[in-house]
């Protein structure tokens, strides 16, 4: 097969994967979803169900259990099954070679978090059992809207490469917090300036990882981009260009940049430059991406950007990812689900896959596969 000789499947052949894998989860009151539990295959899943049967609803409980937050509601309260209290979702994961129990329930107010019989567990330990990738038929959002979602997605990578990111980025949020209430407040320069230092030290970590992330990850979607959409990659440059979140016109450094700002931050009342601030600005042919690409090719370029993450985590640490793809036929032609599905099982990727009718979905003659079917809140397995 001619797809074989691309470079990606070279570096394949060389990760021993230490495979993530849901093995079964569990959930109560999620939406229209009353009761449901769910053993998973450890390689493809494919959920089928008609329009509102509640296969994104399945699809998000698994993303709020990794991430603590739905990706299309603002407010978890709204995930709440209506005429009910809360939610509580249940997963066993196999990571690193251990099983672990997740569990999650959320009332109006507030998320109780339990791993492995542990209570009050961080939201940021689940997250470290179960990392998950997401692709649904808003992803292109990646690169049409605002930086938000492209820090999101590059610090998902910084997470779980660099155990020392998360405390950094906390301690960043508390300095910046502080900062901007002293600008607000219209408070004297010395005490906005007693912020500096933490902000400076913390935001200067945080920008160092996620610019070595990048640096890694950039030769890698180049493959990816080659194997997914071969004649655009030959024909065009593509680029990652990170933007700190500050001009480079102060030679990079963030203090000089905070210091630069300091009379404006003060007369609008927040901190206007910094890490909060970053961005990716995805290049082709030095222009805006966006300017060059259709929406087919938008979502194979995200597609490449999550597998470039996905093979850089188990090139680094041999873990798999495991990857929630919503509505896929929604997302891809018949050439390119075939060419993402051909992939995902040559990566041992666990994923789970939504359509509302079978016959979309291509079937790859490798690895393991199982069809469930999501009707009236019950899931049944297809032969
Ligand atoms: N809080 C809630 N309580 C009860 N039902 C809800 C709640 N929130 C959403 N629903 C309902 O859940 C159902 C499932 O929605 P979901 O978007 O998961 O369906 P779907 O299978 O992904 O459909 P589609 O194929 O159209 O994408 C919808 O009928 C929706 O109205
Ligand atoms: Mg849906």
């Known amino acids: ?16 994967f230490s495979m993530a894998r849901i093995h079964r989860l569990s959930l109560q009151h999620f939406r229209n979803l009353t009761q449901l539990d769910w053993t998973l295959d450890a390689g493809q899943n494919i959920l089928v169900g008609d329009n509102a049967a509640g296969k994104t609803a399945l699809i998000e409980a698994l993303w709020f259990l990794a991430s603590g937050r739905s990706f299309r509601a603002n407010q978890p309260k709204q995930l709440i099954q209506q005429d009910h209290s809360q939610f509580t979702l249940f997963c066993e994961v196999a990571h690193q070679s251990t099983t672990h129990r997740l569990g999650l329930s959320r009332d109006a107010n507030q998320t109780d978090i339990h791993l492995d019989g542990q209570k009050n567990t961080p939201q940021s330990a689940l997250s470290q059992c179960l990392p998950l990738q997401l692709l649904t038929p808003e992803s292109h959002q990646l690169l049409t809207e605002g930086p938000k979602a492209r820090r999101r997605y590059l610090d998902w990578g910084c997470f779980y490469h660099y155990p020392e990111f998360i405390a950094h980025w906390r301690s960043y949020q508390r300095a ?62 593509l680029t990652l260009n990170f933007y700190p979140g500050w001009s480079a016109q102060t030679g990079g450094d963030f203090a000089q940049s905070l210091q630069q700002h300091l009379v404006k931050d003060r007369q609008l009342g927040f901190t206007q430059y910094g890490p909060h601030r970053m961005d990716i600005r995805i290049k082709v042919d030095q222009q805006d991406a966006l300017l060059r690409l259709s929406r087919g090719q938008q979502k194979l370029l995200v597609c490449s950007l999550l597998l470039a ?27 390119h689900r075939y060419k993402l599905l051909n992939l995902l099982q040559e990566m041992q990727i666990q994923h789970l896959v939504t359509t509302t009718a079978i016959e979309l979905i291509p079937n790859i003659d490798k690895g393991s596969r199982q069809t469930f079917l999501l009707q009236q809140g019950q899931l049944s397995q297809q032969a």
Not at 178 to 193: I, S, T, Y
Not at 311 to 317: D, N, R, V
């Open 1 to 16: 097969m001619g797809v074989l000789k691309c470079a990606i499947f070279i570096h394949l052949g060389k990760i021993v």
């Open 309 to 335: 993450q996905a093979q850089y985590l188990a090139e680094q640490t041999g873990e798999s990812v495991i990857m929630l793809i919503d509505d896929l036929p929604a997302e891809l032609d018949e050439t």
């Open 176 to 237: 910046l917090k502080q900062r901007n209430m002293a600008l607000k407040q219209h408070r004297p320069q010395d005490e906005v300036a007693l912020w500096d230092k933490s902000l400076i030290q913390s935001g200067t970590a945080v920008n160092q990882i996620r610019q070595d992330y990048l640096e890694k990850l950039e030769p890698i979607l180049h493959d990816f981009a080659e194997y997914l959409m071969p004649r655009f990659n030959q024909q065009h440059r």
